[in-house]
């Protein structure tokens, strides 16, 4: 039976009714609801929330997983197969987007973009190297997500040369901008319809993209209803190859049980945001499949060393032996994750493992406390959220295996806002907390810089190691590939030497869908693309 738009009303009212979903979940359609058959050209996904906007530089639930699908990026991620049949990118291989080649100048102080030409946007104006220019320096006005993307990228400013011609102008080398280009952001608009709805006061048409769209991607917002729903269709000007997917039906189903039933009764064709136990209990279903990674997201706990006992680096090692990694990715991740080897996912070119020295070692972790002035042990207490799952059985798993080396935990769970707010780079006042981290650009010294630098935005335990920072920042600013992974190596070992994370576990990234559903790519964002899918 097809699980078209008209074949899924049928499907999502009673199962509905079986699982007293919410009342997101009952939302109308606009074909009949003949209980089967239909096209099977609609893509219903079940969500967390409607998105809040489509402005990949503001951050809102649902907006990234969006604007991925509408706005095309000038280069794109080779693709490779993975392991279970699954496909990923491949980070050593970028290939052309919106941009059909490009060209770095003899100083590398430039790159050069030659555009595509005839690529027309949903509302049928044609690319330009101005409408390059505008959405960067639209994100640059900004100064959010896209102006790092353009500061850690060497970018000093985006000129037009000539129609299909753009050069990015940079202060440095830059062996990073070509794989930070793939990113959603900044995103490339149609200028001339943003324009139109653009006014002194709202110079970037920011209002109207809470609920619009003007890209030259695959597919374009078509309507938003707030709480329940966001319809979206294929653009029929894409450049690419058609879209299987005419339609995609992104549904508010805010509960993960919800999600898990709508799959399993044949109701919705993809869902987000599980639990691992979900994760294998859906591999049992009927009807369903799951597909895994590798991925890039790192589950950690941070110790800041401004604080006591963290300030000794003693400590920060004794707490990663004392560790049961074992036990954790058993326990708390139901075997599906792997062990995290130090600061870089092990998806990211220039990773070390061999650095790795913290296999689970309760008697080294006592005699590192004692010379650290602990001989009885020490008390120190973990903070965490809701803001994963995860976050409250890892340290429940910590809790109980540290003791066994004289480490007493006090678990304390903070409301999610206060984590958040907390683990920014304004504030950082967290003496030991558990946090999540993937880098969307799968490039060492970006992620390095992002995670283990003063500046990078997901230093959220004020580590400030000089001699890291350094290596760091010389290896993004030379583009010879075994200068970097030589520096970057040498980052990574002081890293683990100062132990200020416990490296926990990569988790990897896991889809659910309906077994009829083929094409999944990973994306280092953790968002599939609709235009890779199809029946």
Same mark, same amino acid.
């Given at each position: 039976?097809?699980?078209?738009?008209?074949?899924?009303?049928?499907?999502?009212?009673?199962?509905?009714?079986?699982?007293?979903?919410?009342?997101?979940?009952?939302?109308?359609?606009?074909?009949?609801?003949?209980?089967?058959?239909?096209?099977?050209?609609?893509?219903?996904?079940?969500?967390?929330?409607?998105?809040?906007?489509?402005?990949?530089?503001?951050?809102?639930?649902?907006?990234?997983?969006?604007?991925?699908?509408?706005?095309?990026?000038?280069?794109?991620?080779?693709?490779?197969?993975?392991?279970?049949?699954?496909?990923?990118?491949?980070?050593?291989?970028?290939?052309?987007?919106?941009?059909?080649?490009?060209?770095?100048?003899?100083?590398?102080?430039?790159?050069?973009?030659?555009?595509?030409?005839?690529?027309?946007?949903?509302?049928?104006?044609?690319?330009?190297?101005?409408?390059?220019?505008?959405?960067?320096?639209?994100?640059?006005?900004?100064?959010?997500?896209?102006?790092?993307?353009?500061?850690?990228?060497?970018?000093?400013?985006?000129?037009?040369?000539?129609?299909?011609?753009?050069?990015?102008?940079?202060?440095?080398?830059?062996?990073?901008?070509?794989?930070?280009?793939?990113?959603?952001?900044?995103?490339?608009?149609?200028?001339?319809?943003?324009?139109?709805?653009?006014?002194?006061?709202?110079?970037?048409?920011?209002?109207?993209?809470?609920?619009?769209?003007?890209?030259?991607?695959?597919?374009?917002?078509?309507?938003?209803?707030?709480?329940?729903?966001?319809?979206?269709?294929?653009?029929?000007?894409?450049?690419?190859?058609?879209?299987?997917?005419?339609?995609?039906?992104?549904?508010?189903?805010?509960?993960?049980?919800?999600?898990?039933? +709508?799959?399993?009764? /044949?109701?919705?064709? %993809?869902? !987000?945001? *599980?639990?691992? #136990?979900?994760?294998?209990? $859906?591999? &049992?279903?009927?009807?369903?499949?799951?597909?895994?990674?590798?991925?890039?997201?790192?589950?950690?706990?941070?110790?800041?060393?401004?604080?006591?006992?963290?300030?000794?680096?003693?400590?920060?090692?004794?707490?990663?032996?004392?560790?049961?990694?074992?036990?954790?990715?058993?326990?708390?991740?139901?075997?599906?994750?792997?062990?995290?080897?130090?600061?870089?996912?092990?998806?990211?070119?220039?990773?070390?493992?061999?650095?790795?020295?913290?296999?689970?070692?309760?008697?080294?972790?006592?005699?590192?406390?004692?010379?650290?002035?602990?001989?009885?042990?020490?008390?120190?207490? +973990?903070?965490?959220? /809701?803001?994963?799952? %995860?976050? !409250?059985? *890892?340290?429940? #798993?910590?809790?109980?295996? $540290?003791? &066994?080396?004289?480490?007493?935990?006090?678990?304390?769970?903070?409301?999610?806002?206060?984590?958040?707010?907390?683990?920014?780079?304004?504030?950082?006042?967290?003496?030991?907390?558990?946090?999540?981290?993937?880098?969307?650009?799968?490039?060492?010294?970006?992620?390095?810089?992002?995670?283990?630098?003063?500046?990078?935005?997901?230093?959220?335990?004020?580590?400030?190691?000089?001699?890291?920072?350094?290596?760091?920042?010389?290896?993004?600013?030379?583009?010879?590939?075994?200068?970097?992974?030589?520096?970057?190596?040498?980052?990574?070992?002081?890293?683990?030497?100062?132990?200020?994370? +416990?490296?926990?576990?990569?988790?990897?990234?896991?889809?659910?869908?309906?077994?009829?559903?083929?094409?999944?790519?990973?994306?280092?964002?953790?968002?599939?693309?609709?235009?890779?899918?199809?029946?």
């Amino acid at each position: 039976m097809g699980r078209g738009l008209r074949g899924h009303v049928g499907r999502i009212a009673i199962a509905v009714a079986m699982v007293s979903a919410t009342a997101a979940c009952g939302a109308s359609n606009p074909t009949d609801a003949d209980g089967g058959g239909g096209d099977d050209d609609t893509l219903i996904i079940a969500a967390l929330n409607v998105p809040g906007g489509f402005d990949g530089d503001v951050i809102t639930p649902g907006t990234q997983h969006t604007v991925t699908q509408m706005y095309e990026p000038l280069t794109n991620y080779g693709v490779k197969d993975a392991e279970g049949g699954a496909r990923e990118v491949d980070p050593e291989n970028i290939e052309p987007g919106l941009a059909e080649s490009w060209e770095v100048a003899e100083d590398e102080l430039s790159v050069t973009f030659t555009l595509r030409e005839g690529v027309e946007s949903n509302w049928g104006n044609e690319l330009t190297a101005e409408d390059v220019k505008w959405s960067w320096d639209k994100s640059l006005d900004q100064e959010r997500t896209g102006a790092f993307i353009a500061s850690v990228s060497n970018v000093e400013s985006v000129e037009v040369v000539d129609t299909y011609e753009v050069r990015f102008n940079l202060t440095d080398p830059s062996p990073i901008l070509l794989t930070a280009l793939t990113l959603y952001t900044p995103s490339i608009y149609d200028s001339t319809e943003m324009k139109k709805h653009a006014t002194d006061e709202d110079p970037w048409a920011l209002e109207w993209l809470e609920t619009n769209s003007a890209g030259f991607g695959p597919y374009y917002v078509e309507s938003v209803s707030a709480g329940s729903e966001a319809v979206f269709q294929a653009n029929p000007n894409y450049f690419g190859d058609e879209p299987y997917f005419k339609t995609v039906v992104y549904r508010s189903v805010p509960d993960a049980s919800t999600r898990v039933q +709508l799959l399993q009764a /044949g109701s919705v064709d %993809w869902i !987000e945001e *599980l639990t691992f #136990q979900q994760l294998n209990e $859906l591999e &049992e279903s009927d009807g369903v499949k799951v597909q895994s990674v590798a991925g890039n997201f790192q589950a950690r706990a941070l110790m800041n060393p401004n604080y006591e006992p963290f300030d000794d680096k003693r400590v920060r090692q004794a707490i990663n032996l004392a560790t049961p990694h074992e036990q954790i990715l058993e326990n708390v991740f139901a075997g599906r994750a792997q062990q995290s080897l130090g600061p870089l996912p092990s998806t990211i070119p220039c990773v070390n493992p061999d650095l790795w020295s913290y296999e689970t070692d309760v008697d080294r972790a006592r005699e590192l406390l004692t010379e650290a002035g602990y001989p009885d042990g020490v008390d120190i207490t +973990l903070e965490y959220s /809701g803001l994963n799952w %995860w976050e !409250e059985p *890892l340290g429940v #798993q910590l809790q109980a295996g $540290l003791a &066994e080396a004289g480490i007493r935990v006090e678990l304390q769970r903070i409301p999610d806002a206060d984590m958040q707010a907390r683990a920014a780079i304004t504030e950082r006042d967290l003496p030991f907390f558990t946090f999540y981290e993937q880098s969307i650009v799968l490039d060492p010294g970006y992620s390095m810089l992002l995670t283990s630098t003063p500046d990078g935005s997901a230093d959220r335990n004020a580590y400030d190691n000089p001699e890291v920072t350094r290596l760091i920042q010389e290896a993004n600013v030379i583009t010879d590939q075994e200068q970097r992974c030589d520096l970057i190596n040498q980052a990574q070992q002081i890293h683990l030497e100062d132990a200020s994370w +416990l490296y926990s576990a990569e988790i990897g990234g896991h889809e659910a869908m309906a077994e009829d559903i083929e094409g999944w790519v990973w994306h280092p964002d953790n968002h599939e693309r609709w235009a890779d899918l199809s029946r």
